[in-house]
């Protein structure tokens, strides 16, 4: 390999080689993009349960739900109570490290909707950016938007069926924090006093913590056979109701980027033959002027080589370039399990417009890397063996 | 002088073919060290084939090449590309440099693999483009140079490895008449000054007129 001879003929003819190069940084740049997308996509996906730090999140839809009078505190559609006999089935899965359970209400007040959550789930409590979280029976807090827009702040007092709280805290809902998003947060036993006098112990949301990740959808299936007309997110069903093509995708994502990856080097290989083809003649005369086989071999496969590696270079140049364009696009992932009033949308708290968290996926940039190496290699040797087949004198031949 | 080592490079009883067919015939010859002996004949008569043979470049099928006692036809392909770069030069009728290097690139191009010293190598091809008279367009590439210029920057390239035998086929063929004539100048101030055994092959009568010896060839036989 000679530096001179590899500057002169890699740069003074860089246009022979664009075409290798650009083929394989697409190829590398749609294989890292493609797999960090899906992946961005399913580690957002999976945020709303992973912000509330649970596994399972259990609710009972309605069966005649839009009978019942639109006006004051009310359950929503789609949260009915549970039965104790359903909670106490359910707390007896071994599975199950931690159950906190909230109750979700409606408030239609004089035209205007929102969501009361009351629930002593620590994680939620911990959402509170100012002030303090609620504890006793007159104290709520309040979603930052929600409270900015009725410019409420903390000590100022706020009526709720009739009933006068005071603010103690503002809560800022984590990002994909849906499964857990209300206008109005309480405690669990300020909720169920607000929803009627004499209910004790109602509930209608719990958030199941698993001593075993994995172990969820087995929980799911499990808890389904006993009480089949119960709705329960996992990761799975976010995933399936909300991104079902990107789930297919996920699936065969490797595949299919390793197809394009493997399509990308048949062309190259091509590309890279002809360009061979094109330098017979060259190679024609260096074996005339006494360069040995071997010289010529290192000088070419160097050459190829570093065509290889300067399009896995630019593929990830492209790839970044991408990745930080996508990173300003919001992405919509939605609990299509939610039914609300038509008249709510406006002041459900904002639950969309959630960026996908791309991260430089090293091991990506491995593989392609080491794929780059190898087609390097594996054009090299093709090269090589016809390189061993030019005789000088015939190429001499050839005018 | 003894009588030995008076060749410099000999050719017994050599034959090729080609396809089946016989291109060249059995031939032999001897050629003195420090001539210019040119080989002549008509357009396919087997010039360029036989000075593939002498070079090294093309295999006999029979017969034996003999360079300074060694026979090189049997040499390996890697052996004989090492006589070619230590024992010869090149030069052909389409200059046949490479186009993405510069012209001192191309003149250093045969001593490129075995060179550490890179501006060592620079600056002697930089003297043997003084000499050859070419110096001033070293850094042009070939696209840029003139057909006589080219040829020039060739025959420098053909210098660097300071052969035994310089090998030219048709090298005025490309030319123009006054061009030519200048190169052949150039051929026979090569064997003057540095003593350099050139062997070359031409239908150019002119040119064999100035010949220290002739090999004339027809059909693949050598007829006189
Ligand atoms: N590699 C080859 N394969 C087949 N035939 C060949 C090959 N090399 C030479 N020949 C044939 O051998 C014969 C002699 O060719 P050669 O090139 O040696 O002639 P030449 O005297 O140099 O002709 P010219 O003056 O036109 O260059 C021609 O008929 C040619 O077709
Ligand atoms: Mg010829």
Known sequence: MNTIFLKAEFFRNISSRIYSILFLALAICFFVSFNTFIDGYFQTALLPLKNIDAHLVIKKSMSNNLTTEMKGIRLPFSNDIFSENEISTIKKFSLIHEINSALLLWDMDQGKFRTILGTNFNKIKSWISTGKYPYSESEIALEKHFAKFYQLKIGDSFKINGKIFSITGLIEIKEGGQLAAANIYMPLNTAQKLFSSDAINTQNLLYLKLNQNEKAEMLKDDILKIFPYLKITSSDSILESSVGMIVIAKKFSFFISTLTLLFAFAIIIKTMMFSIHERTHDIGILKAIGWTNNEVKSQIFTETFITALTGCFVGIIFNLIILYILSFIPINIQDTSEILPSSASSFVVEKNGMTLPFTIKWKLYLYAFIATIMIGVITGKIIIQKILKIKPSEVLRRI | ?224
Request: hydrophobic content about 40%; proline content about 2%; overall charge neutral.
């Open chain 2, 1 to 224: 002088m003894n009588e030995n080592n008076k060749y410099i490079l000999e050719a017994e009883n050599i034959n090729k073919h080609f396809e089946g067919l016989h291109i060249i015939k059995d031939v032999s010859l001897k050629i003195k060290s420090g001539e210019f002996v040119v080989i002549h004949g008509k357009s396919g008569s087997g010039k360029t084939t036989l000075l593939s043979l002498l070079s090294g470049l093309e295999k006999a099928d029979t017969g034996s090449i003999i360079l300074n006692k060694n026979n090189i036809n049997n040499q390996t392909e890697e052996e004989l590309a090492k006589t070619r770069r230590q024992q010869f030069g090149f030069v052909f009728q389409s200059f046949n440099l490479l186009s993405n290097l510069t012209a001192i690139e191309n003149v250093m191009l045969p001593l490129l693999p075995i060179t550490k010293d890179i501006s060592n190598l620079k600056n002697s091809s930089l003297d043997i483009m003084k000499y050859i008279g070419i110096d001033h367009r070293k850094d042009h590439l070939p696209s840029k140079l003139s057909g006589g210029e080219k040829q020039r920057v060739a025959i420098s390239r053909a210098l660097i490895n300071n052969p035994q035998i310089l090998f030219a086929d048709e090298p005025t063929g490309n030319l123009d008449s006054t061009t030519g004539k200048a190169v052949i100048d150039l051929f026979l101030r090569l064997k003057n000054e540095r003593k350099l055994t050139i062997i070359l092959v031409t239908h150019d009568q002119e040119i064999v007129k100035l010949a220290d010896s002739v090999i004339e060839i027809k059909d693949g036989e050598i007829v006189c």
